[in-house]
């Protein structure tokens, strides 16, 4: 089994910044396509960013310039960064990996439980 661990999620002003890690844990051989998304009341959840294993990037429309994905291969962690947050950014925040296990070839989609972002004043 595999767990997905996120953390950084906290109550901040307009114009602030948030650090999310999302730390993968468990029966682990690879870890592939990696993203991070978000729901907020009412509304969908919606792909914020994405990034594969080797580093490749790509964000949703409303986020480009202002978050930043990375991963740290080495740690099975990935990170948010979030600049100048705007109220529209208030979400539960999601991290999700494609996972293979040692002696598996599938690969296997796997989620965390959330982290709250409030962009207040």
């Known amino acids: 089994q595999v767990q997905l661990v996120e953390s950084g999620g906290d109550l901040v002003q307009p114009g602030g910044s948030l650090r999310l890690s999302c730390a993968a844990s468990?029966?682990?051989?690879?870890?592939?396509?990696m993203g991070w998304y978000r729901q907020a009341p009412g509304k969908q959840r919606e792909l914020v960013a994405g990034i594969t294993s080797a580093g490749n990037t790509n964000y949703a429309d409303s986020v480009k310039g202002r978050f930043t994905i990375s991963r740290d291969n080495a740690k099975n962690t990935m990170y948010l960064q979030m600049n100048s947050l705007k109220p529209e950014d208030t979400a539960v925040y999601y991290c999700n990996a494609a996972v293979r296990s040692p002696g598996s070839r599938v690969w296997h989609d796997y989620w965390g439980q959330g982290t709250q972002v409030t962009v207040s004043s």
């Open positions: 468990g029966s682990i051989f690879s870890i592939g396509a």
